[in-house]
Nanobody, 124 residues
Framework: QVQLVESGGGLVQAGGSLRLSCASS????????MGWFRQAPGKEREFVAA????????RYAESVKGRFTISRDNAKNTVYLQMNSLKPEDTAVYYC?????????????????WGQGTQVTVSS
């Protein structure tokens, strides 16, 4: 069973940066593609970024491309989301997800395991 624990959320001013981390339990981290999704109040959960199990391929939502960077450290069973130039519209609960697949996937239903989420609030 894979358990995911996010950290690094908080309150930041517009233009600032945060780095989210997601630590995974278990010994099969390298066989999972990892993704970040977010859900703002009153909105559906949306894709943010994903990375393949080797870390060689990453995909991003258009709204964060050029500002966010996803990476993973397979030795530490951890995936990261570096968020720069944050905007108020980035305010949401951010969720880490793991999917038993090689490729970076944007579709939430392809992911098997989810963390509890971490709140990111960007003030204007």
């Amino acid at each position: 069973q894979v358990q995911l624990v996010e950290s690094g959320g908080g309150l930041v001013q517009a233009g600032g940066s945060l780095r989210l981390s997601c630590a995974s339990s278990g010994r099969t981290f390298t066989t999972y593609a990892m993704g970040w999704f977010r859900q703002a109040p009153g909105k559906e959960r949306e894709f943010v970024a994903a990375i393949s199990w080797t870390g060689g391929t990453a995909r991003y939502a258009e709204s964060v491309k050029g500002r966010f960077t996803i990476s993973r450290d397979n030795a530490k069973n951890t995936v990261y989301l570096q968020m720069n130039s944050l905007k108020p519209e980035d305010t949401a609960v951010y969720y880490c997800a793991a999917g038993k697949m090689a490729v970076a996937t944007t579709t939430a239903s392809r992911y098997d395991h989810w963390g509890q989420g971490t709140q990111v609030t960007v003030s204007s």
